[in-house]
């Protein structure tokens, strides 16, 4: 009988997903830390993330993929089953645009360098977290704001630790594998190389103009995306 758990970390790009994921899969109970660039359409699905991990990393009671790209996504049937523990996580806008804006220099995609692609990339991201995380809702998240998990990662990941039911804290150093850094699988940058999470100023972003209305529309779905899910929380809390 299948008994692994999965864990998904679910956001946008340039949310600190992979440093989360390099942190998590650190542990000695999580398989995986990077993403994998699978769908997950059926719960059957889930044994492909099981292998792929197992081949990276080795094996574990849990194991981790993410999804932050838009390409790949997950059913209701997966992000509710019992197995699977779901890790939203969002970044401020401003920040976000202009860090996918700074990709252009890594990767060769024309849309990282238009404002309104990235922009709309940000907004459907946001809908797909408070969509998922209402299917999530009746078997529990886990909810993270990026530049909390950046600046006081330490209550941030005893978050963590206990929605994944773990013994043995997490480490802010981080292991460091074949697929780290490389374009695809996350963070392109050499600072997820470093085996630790940086400080906030070492990873400021450069200043970007952004368009006023553009960022305004970000902003206020932001802001809703967090109400939302934090609502779901509370709910969770009180039932």
């Known amino acids: 009988m299948e008994d692994s758990q999965y864990v998904l970390i679910i956001g946008h790009m340039r949310s600190y997903s ?9 542990h000695p109970m999580v398989s995986g830390y990077v993403e994998l660039q699978l769908d997950y359409a059926k719960t059957s699905d889930l044994i492909r993330l099981k292998r792929r991990a197992m081949a990276l990393a080795g094996k574990a009671p849990y194991y981790l993929d993410k999804l932050v790209s838009g390409w790949h996504s997950a059913s209701r049937e997966v992000v509710a089953n019992r197995r699977v523990k779901t890790i939203f996580l969002v970044r401020r806008p401003r920040s976000t645009l202009a860090s ?26 946001l809908e797909v977290i408070r969509k998922l995380a209402g299917w999530a809702a009746p078997n529990g998240f886990c909810f993270i704001r990026a530049e909390e998990f950046v600046e006081r990662p330490d209550p941030c990941l005893r978050t963590v630790q206990a929605f994944l039911g773990l013994k043995e804290p997490f480490s802010l150093d981080y292991k460091t594998g074949e697929l780290t850094g490389k374009p695809g699988h996350g963070d392109p940058s050499v600072l997820i190389r470093s085996g ?11 200043h970007i103009e952004l368009d006023p209305d553009l960022l305004r529309q970000c902003e206020e779905a932001y802001r809703m995306t967090c109400l939302h899910v934090e609502s779901l929380l509370t709910s969770q809390t009180l039932d």
């Open 196 to 206: 630790r999470i940086q400080k906030p100023s070492a990873l400021a972003e450069p």
């Open 100 to 125: 996918i804006q700074k990709l252009a220099s890594y990767e060769d995609v024309p849309w990282y360098s238009d404002p309104a692609e990235v922009a709309s990339h940000y907004l459907r991201r």
């Open 18 to 26: 992979s440093l989360l994921a390099h942190i998590l899969g650190s």
